[in-house]
């Protein structure tokens, strides 16, 4: 077809306006072949294809008896040549760009589902008090549980990320869920797990504005946030915005909520150990083995990600710059966040959350990296990590299309890092049934939502 595109234009300049038309008649044809294949996702066979093709070729040898300078032909195929690659390059970009957005946006169905869930939670005040009730259950500091935390905006993704947990669990009502979102989710959360029973196991939901702790004064992130002038002047007309305000209209409020892994011995100052937990996760295995795993000391249990000099620190940060340069070895193998134990007494001993803070401190200018909540943490918990069995947690079902069955069936925790989340049109296909094993799909709310 690129061939062909290159006689059109030589046919035109030419002045053989038949031949140029009879070329284009038959590219236009190859197109629409191909685009059927593409719609219906299957393979265009050599019957479709052999009559379309041999029309093409004998243009083509048409256009070649017209012995037009062979110079002139490569130069224009030269030049088509660096003008596909352009598009090319210029489609990767946006296709990044549209995943990007798409990944981020809200679809239609979980935005209803949290409309309707909202409207009992305000039209209900028993909810309210049973929600209070549960604020006093004694399970919250019992260190004789299993305890698991969940910071999360997403109703439908933390109750499978609870819902497969128990599932998998030999005792379900030895397990307490801590879960933390923002206030406008506030009333949808809450509502979900008070309506719903989750096998005995304890679920309790905060919101992120109790934490009056989590201020300017004490973090360097709610301070950048702060004293960002776009946001000042976007939400309070050029004005200073409050720092209240800056928590839950500032477009990066949900970072916010995923720094919340930092201040887990701040949220849960009785508790010892805690497995953390991202929403885009599935459980398929009892993780209540995590909890007794020697630590050795360290402060977080990490699945390593490194292959050869793949996923090292020198991938993540910036060795440019010497403080980090002097501190850290960039050959140290990174590993990840999504399924992580951590040890809080060791944690508090550490004082990890102000080493955090330091980091942050020192990356005001993003020159040591420039976004995401893993370099922040391979920083703060250097030296402080004990590396996991690998079959704890899969990783890569959010962007591999190619991850082998046996690792994914052997895995105690997949985790969907990547544009392509379960609940979104642009999941991967094969890995999505692994998550709607674990949607309520029965629910009223659910089946209206997802299926209407």
Same mark, same amino acid.
């Given at each position: 077809?690129?061939?062909?595109?290159?006689?059109?234009?030589?046919?035109?300049?030419?002045?053989?306006?038949?031949?140029?038309?009879?070329?284009?008649?038959?590219?236009?044809?190859?197109?629409?072949?191909?685009?059927?294949?593409?719609?219906?996702?299957?393979?265009?066979?050599?019957?479709?294809?052999?009559?379309?093709?041999? !029309?093409? /070729?004998?243009?083509?040898?048409?256009?070649?008896?017209?012995?037009?300078?062979?110079?002139? $032909?490569?130069?224009?195929?030269?030049?088509?040549?660096?003008?596909?690659?352009?598009?090319?390059?210029?489609?990767?970009?946006?296709?990044?760009?549209?995943?990007?957005?798409?990944?981020?946006?809200?679809?239609?169905?979980?935005?209803?589902?949290?409309?309707?869930? $909202?409207?009992?939670?305000?039209? =209900?005040?028993?909810?309210?008090?049973?929600?209070?009730?549960?604020?006093?259950?004694?399970?919250?500091?019992?260190?004789?549980?299993?305890?698991?935390?969940?910071?999360?905006?997403?109703?439908?993704?933390?109750?499978?990320?609870?819902?497969?947990?128990?599932?998998?669990?030999?005792? +379900?009502?030895?397990?307490?869920?801590?879960?933390?979102?923002?206030?406008? =989710?506030?009333?949808?959360?809450?509502?979900?797990?008070?309506?719903?029973?989750?096998?005995?196991?304890?679920?309790?939901?905060?919101?992120?504005?109790?934490?009056?702790?989590?201020?300017?004064?004490?973090? +360097?992130?709610?301070?950048?946030?702060?004293?960002?002038?776009?946001?000042?002047?976007?939400?309070?007309?050029?004005?200073?915005?409050?720092?209240?305000? &800056?928590?839950?209209?500032?477009?990066?409020?949900?970072?916010?909520?995923?720094?919340?892994?930092?201040?887990? +011995?701040?949220?849960?100052?009785?508790?010892?150990?805690?497995?953390?937990?991202?929403?885009?996760?599935?459980?398929?295995?009892?993780?209540?083995?995590?909890?007794?795993?020697?630590?050795?000391?360290?402060?977080?249990? /990490?699945?390593?990600?490194?292959?050869?000099?793949?996923?090292?620190?020198?991938?993540?940060?910036?060795?440019?710059?010497? &403080?980090?340069?002097?501190?850290?070895?960039?050959?140290?193998?990174?590993?990840?966040?999504?399924? =992580?134990?951590?040890?809080?007494? /060791?944690?508090?001993?550490?004082?990890?959350?102000?080493?955090?803070?330091?980091?942050?401190?020192?990356?005001?200018?993003?020159?040591?990296?420039?976004?995401?909540?893993?370099?922040?943490?391979?920083?703060?918990?250097?030296?402080?990590?004990?590396?996991?069995?690998?079959?704890?947690?899969?990783?890569?079902?959010?962007?591999?299309?190619?991850?082998?069955?046996?690792?994914?069936?052997?895995?105690?925790?997949?985790?969907?890092?990547?544009?392509?989340?379960?609940?979104?049109?642009?999941?991967?296909?094969?890995?999505?049934?692994?998550?709607? !094993?674990?949607?309520?799909?029965?629910?009223?709310?659910? !089946?209206?939502?997802?299926?209407?």
């Amino acid at each position: 077809m690129t061939l062909a595109k290159a006689y059109v234009i030589l046919s035109k300049e030419h002045g053989n306006l038949q031949l140029a038309w009879e070329l284009s008649s038959q590219i236009r044809n190859c197109q629409r072949l191909l685009s059927e294949g593409a719609v219906s996702g299957r393979a265009i066979t050599q019957e479709e294809a052999h009559p379309i093709i041999t !029309r093409l /070729a004998r243009l083509i040898y048409k256009a070649q008896d017209s012995h037009y300078d062979i110079s002139t $032909t490569i130069v224009t195929l030269k030049s088509h040549a660096v003008a596909l690659e352009e598009r090319a390059k210029a489609a990767v970009v946006q296709t990044a760009e549209f995943g990007q957005l798409a990944a981020e946006s809200l679809p239609k169905n979980l935005h209803c589902l949290t409309v309707k869930l $909202t409207e009992e939670w305000l039209q =209900n005040p028993k909810l309210k008090s049973r929600s209070e009730e549960h604020r006093n259950s004694t399970r919250l500091v019992d260190n004789n549980l299993y305890h698991f935390c969940i910071f999360s905006d997403n109703v439908l993704a933390t109750s499978v990320v609870v819902n497969s947990t128990v599932s998998n669990a030999n005792h +379900p009502q030895q397990l307490v869920f801590h879960v933390v979102t923002d206030r406008i =989710n506030f009333g949808a959360m809450s509502t979900w797990f008070l309506i719903n029973d989750f096998k005995g196991c304890t679920v309790e939901v905060r919101c992120i504005d109790e934490f009056s702790w989590l201020n300017a004064a004490s973090s +360097p992130l709610v301070r950048r946030l702060s004293e960002m002038e776009t946001n000042g002047y976007y939400y309070s007309g050029g004005s200073k915005t409050l720092e209240r305000e &800056i928590k839950f209209h500032n477009p990066k409020f949900v970072s916010l909520l995923n720094h919340l892994r930092f201040y887990i +011995p701040q949220i849960l100052p009785n508790l010892e150990k805690v497995v953390f937990l991202d929403d885009d996760v599935v459980v398929q295995k009892d993780l209540t083995q995590l909890f007794s795993i020697e630590l050795h000391g360290n402060v977080i249990g /990490a699945v390593e990600t490194c292959l050869e000099s793949f996923h090292r620190y020198h991938k993540y940060l910036n060795f440019s710059q010497p &403080i980090i340069s002097s501190k850290i070895d960039p050959h140290t193998c990174g590993w990840a966040f999504g399924m =992580n134990i951590f040890d809080l007494i /060791a944690w508090r001993k550490a004082n990890a959350t102000a080493l955090y803070h330091y980091w942050q401190e020192k990356n005001a200018n993003q020159l040591l990296w420039r976004t995401g909540t893993l370099p922040a943490g391979l920083l703060t918990f250097y030296g402080l990590m004990e590396p996991l069995d690998r079959r704890w947690h899969v990783l890569g079902l959010g962007y591999d299309v190619d991850i082998d069955d046996r690792l994914i069936e052997s895995a105690s925790v997949v985790h969907y890092n990547g544009n392509m989340k379960p609940w979104l049109k642009l999941a991967i296909r094969r890995y999505k049934s692994i998550w709607e !094993r674990y949607v309520n799909s029965s629910h009223p709310y659910v !089946r209206d939502c997802m299926f209407h």
